[in-house]
């Protein structure tokens, strides 16, 4: 396919869906079919040469302002690319343009809709992200993962995503909000389009995923301490998953220990303690244009002592080490990727419960995307493995999705 037929492919797809899904910030289709065809003459060899890639915009790109899904920064911020950007750039990514985020990453939404039905939400924190590669407006969008802000939206709007383990890509151009917690994250249709970003991001040779031996593939099912949280559907369709799964793969529980059920609570006092510090200048300047869940969010962290902080922290690597031994035998774990379907109304993004354990753990994670809901809505399975596992986890979500999808 020529430069002009993919170029015209996606620009068309956009002018299709934008209206009613309004995943982009920012977009300037003249400005987009540059940036594709210089991209892809300045590198025809490159990874990514001309490929389309939407920014979720807490990431600075030289080719437009940032917001960061906030009424404080409205005006934009001009500066060069993030570290990320300027890697995918040297791999011949074209910056299409920049993804709706939430404000500051958190809980407020944007306009942004789900392309499968555009009265439910997308998820957030990327909810442009995965929306506009739901929609195929872009084949690749970078995101980002606090709590749940990749794998939540990935499984409502039915993509794949991988959150990879913790400090692996440098965050340097990002707003930051929770330097022990935040991760690059990145979606994509494909799990070998997840692997190319990878390489390309890593600077590494790009080999397409191995084929598994599912006879040999081991996986433990984790339903952790949040399971009371899911849905009556969602619980369905993830032991409908599990039975699946094990027709083909070698499938054992693997519960967490009691003395970790505060892991999830942990992360949230993680979250709120470095936000208010992160925020601390926009705080002081801005706190009237801030919605009232990141004002709660910041006075939370404001009020929230050090001996507390420490003691979440600390109980983060007594799960990091536990998982270890629970995990140690096994290719990955299975645990949900959300508590159901999106839910309906733009007013809220869902919730985050089946990710924030993961996070502040450090844990390479995947959404599966394949099966479907009562209401016809995606729904996702969450893969996570031990540190460096990425490569494996990706060639196991190839694997499973057409599992999943057998189940509708």
């Given amino acids: 396919m020529s430069m002009e037929a993919v170029l015209a492919h996606f620009l068309g797809r956009i002018e299709e869906h934008e209206g009613a899904v309004q995943a982009w910030r920012e977009f300037d289709p003249a400005l987009a079919r540059v940036n594709a065809l210089r991209q892809w003459q300045a590198h025809p060899q490159g990874l990514l040469g001309g490929v389309p890639l939407a920014v979720k915009d807490i990431i600075a790109t030289q080719d437009y302002p940032t917001r960061y899904g906030s009424e404080i ?27 709706v985020t939430t404000e500051f990453a958190y809980f407020s939404p944007g306009p942004t809709a789900n392309p499968h039905d555009p009265r439910r939400t997308p998820g957030g924190s990327s909810s442009g992200s995965a929306a506009a590669v739901a929609a195929g407006m ?43 917690l935040d991760t690059l994250g990145w979606l994509a249709n494909d799990a070998d389009d997840l692997e190319l970003m990878r390489a390309a991001l890593l600077g590494i040779a790009y080999q397409p995923l191995p084929r598994l031996d599912a006879g040999a593939l081991r996986l433990g099912v984790c339903r ?18 599990v ?24 992360q949230k006092t993680v979250q709120a303690y470095e936000a208010a510090r992160s925020f601390a200048t926009d705080w002081e300047q801005g706190r009237a244009r801030m919605s009232p869940s990141l004002r709660a969010l910041i006075e939370a962290g404001q009020a929230c002592a050090e001996v507390d902080y420490r003691a979440a922290l600390d109980l983060g690597r007594c799960g990091a080490a536990a998982f270890e031994g629970i995990a140690e035998d096994v290719d990955a774990l299975l645990v949900p990727a959300a508590p159901g379907e999106a839910p309906p109304g733009l007013a809220a993004t869902g919730d985050p419960v089946f990710s924030r354990v993961w996070t502040l753990l450090g844990l390479p994670c995947v959404n599966v995307p394949g099966q479907r809901g009562p209401q016809g809505m995606p729904l996702g399975m969450q893969l996570v493995g031990r540190p460096g596992s990425e490569r494996r986890l990706l060639a196991i979500a190839r694997h499973l999705q057409p599992l999943l999808a057998e189940l509708g």
């Fill in 138 to 180: 872009v084949p690749l969008a970078l995101g980002s993962q606090t709590a749940g802000s990749l794998i939540r939206p990935a499984a409502y709007c039915g993509v794949f995503a991988l959150k990879p383990g913790f400090g692996l890509h440098s965050l340097a151009g990002i707003k930051p909000m929770a330097p022990s």
């Fill in 73 to 99: 920064y409205r005006e934009g911020v001009r500066g060069g690319d993030a570290d990320c950007v300027a890697r995918l750039r040297a791999a011949g990514a074209a910056v299409f343009g920049k993804t």
């Fill in 224 to 241: 952790g301490h949040e399971w009371l949280q899911m849905e009556p559907a969602g619980a369905t369709a993830f032991e409908a998953a």
């Fill in 243 to 266: 039975s699946r799964i094990a027709i083909a793969a070698m499938v054992s529980e693997r519960p967490l220990p009691d003395e970790l059920a505060g892991l999830s609570a942990a």
